[in-house]
């Protein structure tokens, strides 16, 4: 059993090994949800904060990183419901969401091939988009994104269908294929 300042330590520890972890892809797919970078980062600070002060609470049905996914996109529904947001003008510059280091021409290509998917993924509604983006491209599994959204794995797969569909138009239309 720990004492009280090594377990004080190891919570302190346990938390930033969370922050450290998972903190940049909990903000990218909080970003994707609000599509705002200050809003966002005040999503993720409550999440982690919550789920410092939860962490008894974890049942362990699945993985600290799905718990996590799914506290940051309810999180997200709360603030897409706020007062706040529906006031609040909404920046549709992205040029952030995909960036890399490197500046040769065929990263400048990439990235702007990049930039145009994801501008026409954010453009998507909520159900299409939530989907592209866990499994895409935060590599989640068909069933770890219907836990997450809490519908069935059939569901998942229609609208992951339906989102490509609809991103195949816009992108048709723009002359991208």
């Given at each position: 059993?720990?004492?009280?300042?090594?377990?004080s330590?190891?919570?302190?520890?346990?938390?930033?090994?969370?922050v450290?972890?998972?903190g940049?892809?909990l903000?990218?797919?909080?970003?994707?949800?609000?599509?705002?970078?200050q809003?966002?980062?005040?999503?993720i600070?409550?999440?982690?904060l919550?789920?410092?002060?939860?962490?008894?609470?974890?049942?362990?049905?699945?993985?600290?990183?799905?718990?996590?996914?799914?506290?940051?996109?309810?999180?997200?529904?709360?603030?897409?419901?706020?007062?706040?947001?529906?006031?609040?003008?909404?920046?549709?510059k992205?040029?952030?969401?995909?960036?890399s280091?490197?500046?040769?021409e065929?990263?400048?290509?990439?990235n702007?091939?990049?930039?145009t998917?994801?501008?026409?993924?954010?453009?998507l509604d909520?159900?299409?988009?939530?989907?592209?983006?866990?499994?895409?491209?935060?590599?989640?599994?068909?069933?770890?994104?219907?836990?997450?959204?809490?519908?069935?794995?059939?569901?998942?797969?229609?609208?992951?269908?339906?989102?490509?569909?609809?991103?195949?138009?816009?992108?048709?239309?723009?002359?991208?294929?």
């Amino acid at each position: 059993m720990l004492s009280s300042s090594e377990s004080s330590e190891f919570n302190h520890f346990f938390f930033e090994d969370l922050v450290d972890q998972y903190g940049e892809e909990l903000m990218r797919l909080a970003y994707t949800y609000v599509k705002n970078k200050q809003a966002a980062e005040d999503i993720i600070q409550d999440v982690f904060l919550r789920a410092y002060e939860k962490r008894e609470a974890f049942r362990g049905h699945s993985t600290y990183r799905t718990y996590l996914y799914r506290m940051t996109i309810n999180r997200c529904y709360d603030h897409l419901r706020s007062w706040s947001y529906k006031n609040e003008r909404i920046s549709d510059k992205i040029s952030s969401f995909f960036q890399s280091g490197n500046t040769t021409e065929g990263e400048v290509i990439t990235n702007d091939d990049r930039h145009t998917i994801g501008k026409e993924v954010l453009s998507l509604d909520l159900k299409y988009r939530e989907v592209i983006v866990l499994y895409y491209f935060k590599e989640l599994s068909i069933e770890e994104v219907a836990t997450i959204l809490a519908c069935s794995r059939n569901t998942i797969k229609t609208r992951l269908r339906r989102a490509r569909e609809q991103l195949k138009v816009h992108l048709e239309k723009r002359g991208e294929l």
